[in-house]
């Protein structure tokens, strides 16, 4: 996060600053967990395109330091304030009062529970691993072993493998599973955008591809997959896609996320690969006919999967109707779509006033190796923003 925009950009760029967070990324996955609850019962996850970090800070807060967000935090401080009221906790309210007074007057200055430090109690949780991978080298964050490794490519899985379980990985084993899988994989891997739609779009699901095949490779029956997609003409198929191995899909715009930015995050629950299904990327998803149909369900409800003589892959999800009860016959489905945030929370798209004596605040993790790097130096070497123009030249 850097500070050359003089920190006109969002509430939530300056925000992330003052609450240490390293990117403002931070919010979106706080407010995903916040509909979600994305944390629940989870020690093992995969961070896929994690630099700066701010993906892995969260997961560090919450799963190493016990604190609570989202809806977790809610609810304890609920339950806080209940016992508080109720008198329950006797010691920690004796705590929060003021010694009365001499004249033995009224108690004064309660501290209302939430502005209590540590009202998140942690809650530590055992058995944590959290591994982040990312093309970009990361700075260090407790309890996270982060990997320089590119996600599109075979060899990071022995990477991830080994990271995963560095006391048993064997490395001469063929298989791509960890031996304890994940409960979550999450990624928030764009590519460098260009500004021509199309290609982005294309790059971008490269990369959600990619993170997919990794998570077919390490999560468990039932675990989550979180990613981020940009919403194109096509993007149904994909929804398509992601439902046969997972029993629950939709998509969510968190309100960090701008609205003005195509980028959206689908929520993958309830992991359910086919029987029989073996995970390779020597053999990926999205290259052709790599995803059997799942066997078990029901003949009526059998989804379908065909891929036409000119490489077109045609998916019918047969008659089935979801949990939410929207009807999903016909070879298209669409996934249903969350906005999810606190509606009090910044809007990503707004200007903020901002006092006139405020100061502009570091970067927390000023970025390690960045890929415009190369290009600072450059221009440094040439002598400003273009090199010298004819005008310089001339008055020198
Ligand atoms: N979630 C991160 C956070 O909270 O700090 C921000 C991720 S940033 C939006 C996108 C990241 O995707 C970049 O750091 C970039 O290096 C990474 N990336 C893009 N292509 C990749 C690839 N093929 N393999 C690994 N990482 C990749």
Not at 81 to 92: A, I
Not at 306 to 322: M, Y
Request: hydrophobic share 35%; with cysteine; net charge neutral.
């Amino acid at each position: 996060m850097g500070k050359s925009s003089k920190d006109k950009r969002d509430a939530y760029y300056r925000l992330a600053k003052e609450e240490g967070w390293r990117a403002r990324s931070a919010y979106k996955l706080l407010q995903l967990d916040e509909e979600f609850n994305l944390f629940e019962n989870v020690t093992r996850v995969v961070d896929l395109c994690a630099a700066p970090g701010s993906w892995s800070q969260v997961l560090s807060r919450v799963l190493i330091q016990g604190e609570k967000f989202g809806r977790a935090g809610w609810e304890q401080k609920q339950k806080e304030t209940r016992e508080y009221v109720l008198g329950r906790s006797k010691s920690t309210a004796a705590e929060d009062v003021a010694p009365a007074s001499e004249d033995g007057g009224a108690v004064k200055d309660v501290q209302r529970p939430e502005k209590r430090q540590g009202v998140q109690r942690p809650e530590k949780r055992q058995g944590v691993r959290i591994v982040a991978i990312d093309l970009q080298p990361m700075s260090p964050l407790e309890g996270v072993t982060t990997l320089r490794a590119d996600i599109t490519h075979p060899s990071t899985v022995p990477l991830m493998l080994h990271a995963l379980d560095p006391d048993t990985y064997d490395p001469a084993s063929t298989t791509s599973s960890p031996s304890a899988p994940v409960d979550l994989v999450i990624s928030d891997g764009a590519p460098d955008v260009t500004g021509l739609h199309d290609l982005d779009i294309y790059v971008q699901s490269q990369l959600l591809w990619a993170a997919l095949n990794l998570a077919l490779c390490v999560l468990k029956p039932g675990g989550k997959f979180v990613a981020k997609i940009f919403r194109g003409k096509d993007v149904d198929l994909l929804f398509a896609q992601l439902k046969l191995v997972f029993s629950r899909v939709r998509v969510a715009k968190p309100r960090s996320s701008r609205a003005s930015s195509i980028e959206a995050f689908v929520v993958c629950e309830g992991f359910c690969p086919p029987q029989g299904f073996k995970p390779s990327l020597e053999k990926p998803l999205g290259a052709g006919a790599a995803l059997p149909v799942p066997d078990e369900k029901p003949e009526a409800t059998k989804p379908s999967r065909t891929v036409r003589p000119d490489g077109v892959v045609e998916i019918d999800l047969g008659d089935e109707s979801d949990e939410e009860g929207i009807e999903e016959g016909g070879p298209r489905w669409i996934a249903p779509f969350l906005a999810c945030g606190d509606l009090s929370a910044y809007d990503a798209d707004a200007t903020y006033a901002l006092p006139k004596d405020r100061v502009s605040l570091d970067p927390v993790q000023p970025p390690t190796a960045p890929p415009y790097k190369r290009a600072l130096e450059m221009r440094k070497l040439a002598g400003g923003a273009y090199g010298k123009t004819k005008g310089q030249e001339q008055k020198e």
